[in-house]
């Protein structure tokens, strides 16, 4: 299981919070929400699958 919003950014440990993710993506993501596109500097929030399509 992994937290959406990380606790340390004030998420909670609760079920809309919370998401299953592969080993990689758990150890890769961290505390992150989200990531920058190196080509165009953009910063980009990581999808939410519950809220977004």
């Known amino acids: ?3 959406i919003i990380s606790i340390k950014h004030g998420g909670q440990t609760i079920a809309e919070n919370l998401a ?3 080993a990689f993506c758990h150890l890769n993501k961290g505390s992150d929400l ?4 190196w080509r165009t500097g ?3 929030r990581f999808f939410n699958l519950r809220r977004e399509q």
């Open 42 to 44: 953009e910063l980009i």
């Open 1 to 3: 299981m992994e937290h």
């Open 34 to 37: 989200g990531s920058i596109i």
């Open 20 to 22: 299953y993710a592969c």
